[in-house]
């Protein structure tokens, strides 16, 4: 049985950081892609970034190029989300994902496991 789970997230004043982690078992990590969505209050959930199964590829939503930064460190099994300067419209729960594949996908379809979330809030 694959599990994700999430851990890192709480509130921070807007400028702050703040390092998400995704611990992953059940599967053999390293063969998948992993990404991180988000879902804002009220929104539907959207893509922020995606690593590929060997970490040499990654991609990012605009919004939080230059200020966010995945990585992976497949002997841990474990993907994380730096985030820098956040700001108030980055508060939201933060969604870790395996993908189907090895290779960087920004479609939620392409992604067959889920982690619960951990709610990132950041105030101004």
């Known amino acids: 049985q694959v599990q994700l789970v999430e851990s890192g997230g709480g509130l921070v004043q807007a400028g702050g950081s703040l390092r998400l982690s995704c611990a992953a078992s059940?599967?053999?990590?390293?063969?998948?892609?992993m990404g991180w969505f988000r879902q804002p209050p009220g929104k539907e959930r959207d893509f922020v970034a995606v690593?590929?199964?060997?970490?040499?590829?990654?991609y990012y939503v605009d919004s939080v190029k230059g200020r966010f930064t995945i990585s992976r460190d497949n002997a841990k099994n474990t993907m994380y989300l730096q985030m820098n300067s956040l700001k108030p419209e980055d508060t939201a729960v933060y969604y870790c994902?395996?993908?189907?594949?090895?290779?960087?996908?920004?479609?939620?379809?392409?992604?067959?496991?889920w982690g619960q979330g951990t709610q990132v809030t950041v105030s101004s």
């Open positions: 994902a395996s993908a189907t594949a090895s290779f960087v996908t920004t479609l939620a379809e392409q992604y067959n496991y």
């Open positions: 059940g599967r053999t990590f390293s063969n998948y892609a």
């Open positions: 690593i590929s199964a060997s970490g040499r590829g990654t």
